[in-house]
């Protein structure tokens, strides 16, 4: 393994860097942050740049590319959950531009007439008060929605960049024509999961329990380009709510008749939402690898604003005469965040690799990225703002945008503990001799320790 | 960015592996162990003569010293393909490492044949005499003197940690030979053979055992060292130092991704806390190979990188450690057994390696303290890679 960027993407690593340094100044977050400037034109930006077209998992990397110094520079538009949420679980619904949202649990699905009825709220959605359309993931599939179909209020988070909305769904029906056949249940064969994802990303899947068998109706998903949001290509995308604020918006009642389905439970909650971990074994799927990679290279990226930021002031910054940077017990909390960000990003970096490959190994390196990416945020939020002493705790400090970021990154989809307990249980499970009795092995694998060194070549010819 | 490596370097692996297949002792034919790191029985001994002669020993090398001038790729999976079947590359490590690698980078024609070929083919073995009772991180700070007299150097002083010193043929003995001189300047490097008069060795054991004798102090009485052995330049010594380690460097993450694949293969996690650190350790070894792939690139380009590869040896060694603790808490009353074996018998492994939970746990501090101690790591990492002021 050359685990290296190549000169292609060193180059794309290079005009990324300078985008976010033009178009994304922090100056404008802070403006964003402060006095409700309007993220619309950097959105825009961002998509005139083509970046909202990297969709194909081959371009996984270049993907990451970009994610991590937008969580470096804390973007404060929809790009992370339209891309790495919204668009895996909807491939087909994707457009350039278009924001999105993924809603991952709290929505259930019931047989209604010829489709489902969709019921539940979402507390804590990212972007789902900004987005155009929202895939829903339920026990009967994914299903994308208009943004009009749902009741969408932006929650206040502390941080103030961030849009986390609570979305209810309150009788929303839907057909298997909104079904986006999202690949979200644990792969039995990974790999073999995997080519058909690189291959087809848009097929619609039918064995995911849903009956194909429908009358013709008018789906709510149905072209949704009408919604005021986040749409690319027109200035109507006004975004309201900053920091506290609340933006309501009550959809269209849509109801319509389609055909019925037969819903089996995708488990796309245990897969992406709140209920990874505890021995779980929940297996990998696109759009969970790729939410979970995108939150963490984006974190990793915050991370490593927060080290720049906090070097400079440790360099700047005289006490007893020197430079505080000087001082040993600084300098080891800064080499300590060095290495913590250098291991979480090549492990969020692998991840995106193996998605890119189509590797089998692409769910535990997901697995592996979000926890490392967590554990990078407690040492680098807790040596960070240490080391900045008083000047990190205002709030015109910018290193509170990346802090926050990184730290409402390990909030979702999944802490670190969770991630690490996910890992080890799928680990042993595969094989791995484990203290439990009751647990299988690999044949051989459970050998018992060997206490006397006289017995030891025997017990293992 | 590539998850596999090119046709030539995997067609490498696998001809070694079919070397290894054919060739590798068996477990009766490796029966005696080695008792210390100069200490190579004489089975290990024939089994490293024939890694030399068929170019198997340090691929990197020209065919002369042992090598069929590999690539570093190359060598980095034939290093892979040994700990994946926790095969010791050499029972005499510093000899191979450090001693040989200096004399075939700083030496003259004579003294590579004289001293290097030898050590390669374990006909001799070697010991290397940096450490002193004052000059441990502060390496250059060391006050054995040697004044040359006539065709000799004089040597006077003491040495310390020097591993396998008492099994060794020949130290490679770090010296003063300038006292008014910056200490970094004043520094020349001798081989010492053992069996000079005025040269004494005292092993003394570890903390894992009275009997486990691999650290020495060594003394030296007016010991006369033919000036023939001085190697490199007078008073350029602190040039082979940094040489010397720099050999040692570049792949000595690999040592500690090994230690790490084997931890996870060894301990058995039992509470969700255990598993918890489990997940940690596999995460830790994932990383370290990603990193240290990423340092083997740049190094197979030239491109050397030593206060990168800090991060390797500060993560590497750190991650051993933590997951040692956690294998020896989670074995509970069981790891007071001693000694006691927590891996399968590898017989062409260190018994270190497989030895009791304790035993590992308290050999993973030689990984946090020699070659430059963690708390020196992060210094490094903090001036060199962030910039951040000497004082």
Request: hydrophobic share 45%; net charge negative; glycine share 10%.
């Given at each position: 393994m050359l685990f290296e960027f190549d000169a292609d993407q060193r180059l794309w690593q290079d005009s990324v860097r300078r985008a976010v340094a033009k178009e994304c100044p922090p100056a404008l977050v802070r403006a964003v942050a402060d006095e409700a400037a309007d993220p619309g034109p950097l959105w825009r930006a961002w998509n005139r740049l083509g970046w909202t077209e990297l969709t194909a998992p081959g371009e996984a990397v270049e993907l990451a590319i970009v994610l991590e110094e937008l969580g470096r520079a804390a973007d404060?538009?929809?790009?992370?959950?339209?891309?790495?949420?919204?668009?895996?679980?909807?491939?087909?619904?994707?457009?350039?531009?278009?924001?999105?949202?993924?809603?991952?649990?709290?929505?259930?699905?019931?047989?209604?007439?010829?489709?489902?009825?969709?019921?539940?709220?979402?507390?804590?959605?990212?972007?789902?008060?900004?987005?155009?359309?929202?895939?829903?993931?339920?026990?009967?599939?994914?299903?994308?929605?208009?943004?009009?179909?749902?009741?969408?209020?932006?929650?206040?988070?502390?941080?103030?960049?961030?849009?986390?909305?609570?979305?209810?769904?309150?009788?929303?029906?839907v057909t298997t024509a909104d079904a986006t056949g999202a690949d979200t249940g644990p792969d039995t064969d990974t790999a073999e999961r995997t080519d058909e994802?690189?291959?087809?990303?848009?097929?619609?899947?039918?064995?995911?329990?849903?009956?194909?068998?429908?009358?013709?109706?008018?789906?709510?998903?149905?072209?949704?380009?009408?919604?005021?949001?986040?749409?690319?290509?027109?200035?109507a995308g006004t975004i309201t709510g900053t920091g506290g604020g609340t933006d309501v918006r009550t959809a269209a009642d849509v109801r319509t008749a389609a055909g019925i389905g037969t819903g089996t439970s995708a488990g796309v909650d245990v897969c992406i939402g709140a209920g990874i971990g505890g021995g779980v074994s929940a297996g990998s799927s696109y759009a969970r690898d790729l939410a979970l990679t995108g939150m963490a290279v984006t974190m990793v990226g915050a991370c490593r604003r927060v080290l720049d930021l906090t070097l400079e002031h440790v360099r700047?910054?005289?006490?007893?005469?020197?430079?505080?940077?000087?001082?040993?017990?600084?300098?080891?909390?800064?080499?300590?965040?060095h290495v913590a960000v250098r291991r979480a990003r090549a492990l969020a970096y692998y991840a995106a690799l193996t998605i890119a490959a189509g590797d089998p190994r692409r769910g535990t390196a997901a697995t592996m990225a979000k926890a490392a990416a967590g554990e990078c945020q407690s040492v680098v939020f807790r040596n960070g703002l240490q080391l900045f002493g008083a000047m990190g705790f205002t709030w015109e400090n910018d290193v509170q945008f990346a802090l926050k970021r990184a730290k409402a990154g390990e909030l979702m989809l999944g802490g670190a503990a969770e991630h690490r307990a996910r890992l080890a249980a799928e680990h042993l499970a595969g094989g791995r001799p484990t203290g439990d009795p009751l647990a299988g092995g690999r044949p051989g694998a459970g050998r018992p320790p060997v206490t006397d060194g006289g017995e030891r070549h025997a017990a293992h010819l | 960015m590539r998850l596999t490596f090119d046709g030539d370097v995997e067609s490498f692996r696998a001809e070694f592996a079919a070397f290894l297949a054919e060739h590798a002792p068996d477990g009766a034919e490796a029966a005696e162990r080695s008792r210390s790191s100069a200490h190579v029985p004489e089975w290990a001994r024939r089994w490293q003569r024939l890694l030399f002669d068929t170019g198997w020993l340090l691929p990197g090398n020209p065919p002369e010293y042992g090598g069929r001038n590999a690539t570093l790729l190359q060598q980095y999976v034939h290093l892979e393909e040994l700990a994946r079947r926790r095969i010791y590359h050499s029972y005499n490590p510093q000899g191979l490492g450090i001693v040989a690698a200096s004399l075939l980078s700083f030496g003259t024609e004579e003294q590579k044949r004289r001293w290097a070929v030898p050590i390669l083919r374990a006909e001799i073995t070697a010991a290397l005499g940096m450490s002193e009772p004052g000059a441990g991180s502060d390496l250059a700070g060391l006050r054995t003197r040697a004044v040359l007299d006539g065709d000799h150097f004089v040597v006077n002083g003491q040495k310390v940690w020097t591993s396998g010193a008492h099994d060794a043929d020949v130290l490679l003995t770090f010296v003063r030979t300038d006292p008014d001189a910056p200490k970094h300047k004043g520094i020349s490097v001798l081989l010492?053979?053992?069996?000079?008069?005025?040269?004494?060795?005292?092993?003394?054991?570890?903390?894992?055992?009275?009997?486990?004798?691999?650290?020495?102090?060594?003394?030296?009485?007016?010991?006369?060292?033919?000036?023939?052995?001085?190697?490199?330049?007078?008073?350029?010594?602190?040039?082979?130092?940094?040489?010397?380690?720099g050999h040692e460097?570049?792949?000595?993450?690999?040592?500690?991704?090994?230690?790490?694949?084997?931890?996870?293969?060894?301990?058995?996690?039992?509470?969700?806390?255990?598993?918890?650190?489990?997940?940690?350790?596999?995460?830790?070894?994932?990383?370290?190979?990603?990193?240290?792939?990423?340092?083997?690139?740049?190094?197979?380009?030239?491109?050397?990188?030593?206060?990168?590869?800090?991060?390797?040896?500060?993560?590497?060694?750190?991650?051993?450690?933590?997951?040692?603790?956690?294998?020896?808490?989670?074995?509970?009353?069981?790891?007071?057994?001693?000694?006691?074996?927590?891996?399968?018998?590898?017989?062409?492994h260190l018994e270190a390696f497989a030895a009791g939970w304790f035993e590992r746990y308290a050999r993973s501090f030689a990984g946090t303290i020699a070659g430059g101690t963690s708390e020196i790591q992060r210094t490094i990492i903090a001036e060199r890679l962030l910039g951040l002021p000497r004082k």
């Open positions: 404060p538009t929809p790009y992370l959950a339209t891309m790495t949420q919204f668009a895996p679980l909807a491939p087909g619904d994707h457009r350039p531009g278009v924001a999105g949202a993924a809603v991952l649990d709290g929505v259930t699905a019931r047989p209604d007439g010829g489709g489902w009825l969709l019921d539940g709220t979402a507390p804590h959605v990212l972007d789902g008060d900004r987005a155009d359309r929202l895939a829903v993931v339920t026990g009967a599939g994914v299903f994308t929605v208009p943004a009009e179909a749902v009741t969408a209020t932006r929650v206040p988070a502390f941080d103030p960049l961030l849009h986390v909305a609570e979305v209810t769904f309150d009788g929303v029906l994802r690189t291959d087809e990303r848009a097929d619609t899947r039918t064995s995911a329990g849903i009956n194909a068998n429908s009358r013709a109706g008018t789906s709510v998903g149905a072209d949704v380009r009408t919604g005021a949001n986040f749409s690319a290509g027109t200035d700047s910054r005289h006490q007893f005469g020197a430079p505080i940077g000087s001082y040993q017990a600084v300098k080891h909390k800064a080499a300590d965040m | 010492v053979p053992t069996a000079t008069p005025g040269v004494t060795r005292r092993p003394f054991g570890s903390i894992a055992g009275a009997d486990d004798l691999d650290f020495n102090e060594v003394f030296f009485e007016d010991a006369r060292v033919p000036a023939a052995n001085l190697l490199g330049d007078l008073n350029d010594g602190w040039r082979v130092a940094t040489g010397s380690l460097r570049t792949l000595l993450w690999l040592s500690f991704a090994a230690r790490l694949e084997e931890l996870a293969e060894d301990f058995r996690p039992v509470t969700p806390l255990d598993r918890d650190a489990y997940a940690t350790l596999l995460m830790d070894a994932q990383a370290l190979r990603l990193l240290g792939s990423e340092a083997l690139a740049r190094a197979d380009r030239g491109e050397q990188d030593v206060a990168a590869l800090s991060v390797l040896k500060l993560l590497g060694s750190e991650a051993v450690q933590a997951a040692s603790e956690r294998a020896l808490e989670a074995a509970g009353p069981g790891a007071l057994a001693h000694p006691a074996t927590t891996a399968p018998h590898a017989h062409l």
